[in-house]
């Protein structure tokens, strides 16, 4: 199993995207205690080995204070899906959240345009989100967001290239606040990296799990 950290996805940001990182992880250490504990859960995470995960800028005006991590499913040099994830935290709560914390998700793979064209994908994809919540036993609320699919032809020029499809699922969710006011985010964070699995057309964790269905890979190489 591999760390909740890895290799940086894109090198265009260079030293002003780690100046940042490292900003972001000074603040997290100056925050109140509930979520440092919450972030340091997310550092020392264990995840699937196909799912490489690092620290990221995080967003600074939806919250007092924001982590973040950006995350690949890696298969050889394709990536196969990928995605952001946020932690919010306001420790005078929220009336939207109804909670003190709140995770924000980006998440994204290409698709065969069969299976873009099929009119259940929307609520397939967000089931897989919400099932795996559920499957690690957590317990959130006020669950919201969108699937979103898009699709790019290629003319003149680019004509050579082949369509491409593309699923894209955008959601929040409110975790239930254990002891000290902390929630469990390393297993939010795990089962998140279910998705992106479950998304980029990986098997599930646990062998011989048939009620959980993928969507086919992909194999054509991403950009990040």
């Known amino acids: 199993m591999a760390a909740a950290q890895g290799r940086l996805s894109d090198g265009a940001g260079g030293m002003d995207e780690a100046?940042?990182?490292?900003?972001?992880?000074?603040?997290?250490?100056?925050?109140?205690?509930?979520?440092?504990?919450?972030?340091?859960?997310?550092?020392?995470a264990r995840l699937r080995p196909q799912i490489e995960v690092e620290p990221t800028p995080a967003p600074k005006r939806l919250a007092p204070y924001s982590y973040a991590l950006e995350a690949a499913v890696v298969?050889?040099?394709q990536d196969l899906a990928d995605g952001r994830l946020v932690l919010l935290h306001d420790p005078a709560g929220h009336d939207a959240w109804r909670g003190t914390f709140r995770l924000v998700t980006l998440v994204r793979a290409e698709l065969?345009?069969?299976?873009?064209?099929?009119?259940?994908?929307?609520?397939?994809?967000?089931?897989?989100?919400?099932?795996?919540?559920?499957?690690?036993?957590?317990?959130?609320?006020?669950?919201?967001g969108t699937v979103t699919r898009a699709s790019s032809h290629y003319f003149g020029?680019?004509?050579?290239?082949?369509a491409a499809s593309q699923i894209e699922i955008r959601a929040s969710w409110t975790p239930r606040e254990g002891l000290g006011g902390v929630p469990d985010t390393a297993a939010h964070l795990a089962s998140w990296c279910d998705l992106?699995?479950?998304?980029a057309g990986l098997p599930p964790a646990v062998p011989g799990d048939a009620s959980v269905v993928t969507l086919p890979q992909r194999r054509g190489p991403r950009s990040r």
């Open 19 to 44: 100046k940042d990182t490292e900003n972001d992880r000074r603040e997290a250490d100056s925050a109140p205690l509930p979520f440092r504990a919450a972030v340091d859960a997310l550092r020392t």
């Open 75 to 77: 298969d050889g040099d």
């Open 112 to 144: 065969e345009p069969e299976m873009a064209a099929d009119p259940l994908l929307p609520e397939v994809c967000w089931s897989w989100l919400t099932g795996a919540l559920q499957a690690r036993g957590l317990t959130y609320g006020e669950p919201s």
């Open 157 to 162: 020029g680019l004509s050579a290239r082949p």
């Open 196 to 199: 992106l699995a479950q998304v």
